[in-house]
């Protein structure tokens, strides 16, 4: 059994969709003869809490928890809701207050590469002496925050220990980068830090080609992709919606309001009676207030319910039960590599996906690979259209699968089989330079 070090911010009891990835690894690495030990945060300022997922983690895995110390618990006191959408990643790129401008300020140049690197120094300092009196040669880092990659940058140089640097987002691409204010100085500081840690990574781990290709510019280093997945949940039983429900599982801001989604509703709305008498929007999630403004100019708020934050589970049961379920993605070239990590979770659930994104988006070729659906640029006004009454004539036929019998590539993103990968990875790279 081969040990590893896992340095991760998102734990039990965080919620959302970063803490899922490494939990899900985690869980299934013992099967490959990995023996995980994680280091986490203790008290972590997580914005969003799932309780659910502390059952997840399997019996005896040894678990540190480090304090940490962030400045958004301070920060909290000027603005709790501005607080936690900036820790969460949201950003407001329309029509800033001046509070928000000055957070963003301070968390983009005075906080580098996020607010999390006062964990740093600390972590490396303990994780130097823990990992000098145990018999561990392989360290993982996973960001964002990307500030834990400096721990594994420093853990290397002075350990020379093997060092898998995971990416689950972009570092410098990621949508949002530009609207943290940076000055030039600031700006320059996190790519060279990027470079730095693309450059000294035994072995770079990516979720999407896009990023892949982003980073092959900057490092020779080897890079692979392993993308989010689903996991396989006993208990769950499809029991389709009576009414034709469209259902979108996850945060859906103003700056994804797809506006065009729902002036197309409306008009089918108007088109067909029968239509408008069975149609259900849900929201599950954060919803922002421009989205609900729009579902009232198009008159959907009284056919649209916004249950807010549910468990993971009762998340999972919403899936399967939808006639329609929604991916929403910024139209910006920006978001290219963004595969929301409900994308694999939509495919497990078996129901008609309609998504939309930007030209070239990495869901696409899953989509299609899958015959999961339908992928649309927001210009693809027709194509948005023909798909919904198609799903509609499937739900008033009472056909309940999708438009061709899912192909077998589904399986392949399941967390067991992405753990596979995750698992000879690690051995292959402790092989190679052995």
């Known amino acids: ?134 018999e561990i040669d392989t360290v993982i880092t996973t960001g964002p925050p990307h500030s834990l990659h400096l721990i594994g940058l420093q853990l290397r140089r002075k350990l020379n220990l093997k060092w898998i640097a995971d990416f689950r987002d972009p570092w410098t691409t990621i949508h949002y980068h530009k609207s943290l204010r940076l000055t030039k100085i600031s700006e320059k500081k996190h790519k060279r830090l990027e470079k730095t840690v693309l450059n000294t990574a035994d072995q770079v781990v990516v979720t999407s080609p896009t990023t892949k290709e982003e980073f092959k510019k900057i490092t020779k280093r080897p890079i692979e992709v392993i993308t989010n997945g689903y996991d396989e949940v006993k208990g769950l039983r499809t029991q389709l919606d009576a009414n034709f429900s469209l259902v979108h599982v996850g945060s859906l801001l103003s700056n994804r309001n797809p506006e065009v989604l729902w002036k197309i509703i409306a008009e089918i709305s108007s088109e067909k009676s029968d239509f408008k008498e069975s149609l259900q929007i849900r929201l599950v999630g954060a ?117 061709e019998k899912p192909s077998a590539n589904v399986q392949k993103y399941s967390r067991k089989e992405l753990t596979r990968a995750m698992s000879k990875l690690i051995k292959d790279e402790v092989e190679r330079t052995a």
């Open 287 to 403: 919803v922002g207030e421009e989205i609900k403004e729009s579902l009232a100019k198009y008159h959907l708020i009284g056919k649209t319910t916004v249950p807010g934050y549910v468990s993971h589970t009762e998340a999972l049961q919403l899936q399967h039960n939808a006639q329609l379920l929604l991916l929403i993605e910024m139209d910006k070239l920006e978001t290219k590599a963004i595969i929301p990590g409900k994308l694999f979770e939509y495919l497990q659930a078996r129901r008609p996906i309609l998504c939309l994104g930007p030209e070239g988006s990495d869901m696409e070729a899953i989509i299609d690979e899958t015959s999961a659906g339908r992928f649309c640029r927001y210009s693809e006004e027709k194509a948005i259209k023909e798909y919904i009454l198609k799903c509609y004539k499937q739900y008033k036929d009472g056909m309940s699968s999708v438009d």
């Open 1 to 134: 059994m081969r040990k590893v070090l896992i340095i991760c911010y998102y734990w039990p009891p965080a919620g959302g969709p970063g803490v899922q990835r490494w939990l899900k690894f985690v869980k299934y690495f013992r099967e490959f003869g990995i023996e995980p030990v994680v280091f986490v945060p203790e008290n972590a300022h997580y914005p969003l809490q799932d309780e659910g997922f502390v059952s997840e983690i399997p019996q005896g895995i040894e678990v540190i928890q480090f304090p940490i110390k962030e400045p958004y618990r301070f920060a909290k006191w000027f603005s709790r809701k501005k607080t936690k959408q900036i820790s969460s990643g949201i950003i407001s790129e329309k029509n800033p207050s001046f509070l928000e401008k000055l957070m963003l300020f301070v968390r983009g140049n005075l906080f580098i590469p996020d607010a999390r690197i006062g964990w740093v120094k600390p972590s490396v300092a303990y994780l130097t002496n823990y990992l000098s009196n145990n």
